[in-house]
């Protein structure tokens, strides 16, 4: 059963899931590990003492639940678990079977055999991106030289963005740009928020990544374009050409066509001196290695490129939008929040180590991580692709999906406390003001289906060193006087959601000595 079927049936409706925090690797191959002594496939499930998830029906027959998701979005799957007692459920959008696993049991998520992500992502991004022949059936993982591929693929990114001599890299490469552009703003200048942080942040990334200002991210014509792509998404999910806005249609058109224009000769040529053993040994040559070696045709790097893009740039930059617009609205957690700031910079003389930040500012990170939970409304899913078992009870199909929707978890009560509908940082704090780390494990952001996504590390220090270079250099003011939160966007296809609307801010300069401000990572430890 394919999520074709419901969306040729409704329209533009793409599933909602996955995250990623931040990267392709939570959002492309990953694969489950779990304990040797479950059953491999239907060998060994006990039929009669297992159950089928109870199914709940929808108002509307057969399209029901795909017009709820269309009017709810993300939330239209969390508030069917708050509707039912049961710990898990079944519903049908169109013909696709889905379990929602409420929190209760997503504990025993990660001892869930014969779970992929690969089939998910298909579903999610193939028409959206465009994808060719050969990308769907590699991301199908019919065939164990497509599982073996998503294997290798998810070790490749815990390899290039978990070690700390690969995040010093990366923190250094990308806070130079981020500073670039956040110099490069005029005393009295006018910025939107979500479009300057989006293009700061994923221009820099890509500059990492793609050959740095002479690569594809260092035409601000091509992130113009990219945004535009990738900020409607659902959009582009619909089922035929004629249903879209063309002016979406020439985005993504313009993003594929650059990207295809450039080759990896010419990435060779432009940003690796023509030395083509150094670039293959870079991230994005060690990628395109593993892609080839896999069957992947040449012609079909561009939609390798895309999936990658798609999962590294829209979750950290909706997380650091967040993060501006509610220090906006919260002029005295903004005065709090600067002072810490203010004095780690002083008493570090101006070289900032980005690990211990969360010793430092534990507010900062307080407030990070609250609107994670406030904002990770996002629900997380797999395929499944054998018979299996959830929580020894339960069983799930093969050819349906498990979906866990994370906003039951970030506003239960009983784990958040009265007030869990509420923004409130001082949740991650103990009463001495210190981060409370049992609080911060509570969060189910970076993944419930085992192992965590590896580009959680370099999506924070992103985000902390862009928001130390800002909260420095400038007071911000909004154009409209007092700041009114957005709400939520209902279009975004997977991880945080984003602002339904952006704002303008004028911007003020602050003490020229926190200009050359230096943020490093020089640490043994991660942070965050």
């Not at 990170?365 to 609250?370: K, M, R, S, V």
Request: aromatic fraction near 10%; hydrophobic fraction near 40%; glycine fraction near 8%.
């Amino acid at each position: 059963m394919m999520l074709d079927e419901a969306l040729q049936a409704i329209g533009p409706v793409p599933l909602t899931l996955g995250i990623l925090l931040l990267l392709v690797a939570a959002a492309y191959t990953h694969r489950i590990a779990a304990p040797k002594n479950v059953a491999m496939g239907k060998v060994g499930l006990d039929l009669e003492t297992l159950q089928l998830p109870q199914s709940i029906s929808p108002n509307i027959p057969y399209i029901g639940h795909v017009l709820g998701y269309v009017r709810g979005g993300h939330s239209y799957f969390s508030s069917l678990c708050t509707r039912t007692s049961l710990p898990v459920f079944t519903i049908r959008m169109a013909k696709v079977k889905m379990s929602l696993v409420k929190p209760e049991l997503t504990r025993d998520l990660p001892k869930v055999r014969h779970l992929s992500l690969g089939p998910l992502v298909l579903q999610v991004f193939r028409r959206s991106l465009d994808l060719g022949e050969f990308s769907c059936l590699l991301l199908k993982e019919d065939d164990e030289l497509s599982r073996k591929f998503a294997r290798e693929i998810s070790r490749l990114f815990r390899e290039e963005f978990i070690p700390n001599r690969n995040l010093r890299k990366y923190v250094k490469e990308i806070d130079g740009y981020v500073h670039r552009e956040v110099m490069a703003i005029e005393g009295g200048q006018k910025i939107f928020i979500e479009e300057w942080i989006f293009k700061t942040l994923v221009s820099a990334l890509g500059k990492s990544l793609w050959g740095g200002d002479n690569g594809p991210f260092g035409d601000p014509e091509f992130v113009t374009h990219l945004r535009t792509f990738l900020m409607n998404m659902k959009r582009l999910n619909a089922p035929f050409d004629f249903m879209i806005d063309n002016k979406l249609l020439t985005s993504r058109r313009f993003v594929r066509e650059r990207l295809e224009k450039f080759s990896f000769e010419e990435y060779v040529e432009k940003c690796g001196g023509g030395n083509t053993d150094a670039v293959g040994e870079s991230f994005l040559g060690r990628v395109r290695a593993l892609c080839l070696t896999h069957g992947a045709p040449v012609e079909g790097w561009t939609d390798y490129q895309l999936l990658l893009i798609a999962g590294l740039g829209p979750n950290v930059t909706a997380t650091s939008t967040w993060m501006f617009h509610h220090l906006l609205a919260d002029p005295e957690l903004m005065v709090k929040v600067r002072k810490e700031l203010d004095k780690f910079v002083k008493e570090s003389e101006g070289s900032v180590d980005v690990a211990d930040m969360s010793e430092a500012c534990p507010l900062l990170l307080a407030t990070w991580y609250e609107v994670l939970r406030f904002h990770g409304g996002f629900s997380l899913g797999r395929y499944v692709h054998e018979d299996t078992t959830l929580a020894n009870k339960y069983l799930l199909k093969k050819g349906s999906y498990a979906l866990a929707p994370l906003r039951p978890h970030h506003f239960d009560r009983q784990s958040w406390g009265p007030a869990a509908a509420d923004f409130l940082p001082g949740r991650f704090l103990k009463e001495d003001g210190s981060l409370d780390e049992l609080q911060r494990r509570k969060l189910r952001a970076y993944g419930v289906f085992g192992t965590l996504c590896p580009g959680r590390y370099l999506a924070v220090h992103m985000a902390m060193a862009l928001t130390v270079r800002l909260l420095l250099a400038f007071d911000m003011t909004p154009l409209s006087g007092s700041h009114t939160l957005p709400h939520e966007s209902k279009d975004t296809v997977a991880g945080l959601a984003t602002p339904a609307f952006d704002v303008e801010v004028a911007m003020r300069k602050r003490d020229d000595i926190f200009q050359g401000v230096k943020i490093r990572f020089k640490s043994s430890r991660q942070a965050f």
